[in-house]
């Protein structure tokens, strides 16, 4: 089997995954979730309310710098445990469907498995929601008036 091959057959194993909703994907931990020692994402109490802060911040009016800033005065540790955080994590974080209880699956792509760069989707391939996956810690009305041009794909099952 060659490179090319066996990526496919990858692939092929991940959107399957993917579209029958037993992906270990779905259960990839993000800041403001622990792993249950069942596997399980759950939310993690120390960290709940530093999501709700920077949602609240954001819709107050603070930029992402401004965020970063007043993260740091709070003495609060970035998700990798640096002392500052980037506005990308920031954003990355302000845009994670996973704070409303659900997963999208397949949110970036491999186009070349030579070079193995990751590409976001932008509707090349389908992608997969599922609803209800975990606990949420923010509504899905507020998650919108943070995300206004969130489009969601058909939920599964």
Not at 32 to 38: D, E, I, M, V
Not at 58 to 85: F, H, M, N, Q
């Amino acid at each position: 089997m060659n490179v090319i091959q066996k990526s496919e057959a990858i692939k092929n194993g991940l959107r399957k995954g993917f579209q029958d909703g037993s992906s270990k994907m779905a259960k990839r931990k993000c800041y403001g979730y622990t792993l249950s020692p069942a596997g399980e994402l759950e939310i993690n109490p120390d960290e709940v309310n530093v999501v709700h802060w920077i949602f609240e911040r954001y819709l107050a009016g603070d930029s992402l710098g401004e965020i970063a800033v007043g993260l740091e005065r709070l003495g609060i540790p970035s998700p990798t445990g640096k002392p500052i955080w980037s506005r990308e994590a920031i954003n990355k974080l302000l845009s994670n469907e996973k704070y409303t209880g659900d997963v999208l699956l397949q949110k970036t792509f491999v186009k070349d498995v030579l070079t193995g760069k990751q590409f976001k989707n932008q509707g090349e391939l389908e992608q997969y929601l599922i609803q209800q996956h975990h606990p949420m810690i923010m509504s899905r009305e507020l998650f919108e008036r943070v995300n206004p041009n969130t489009q969601n794909s058909e939920p599964l099952g």
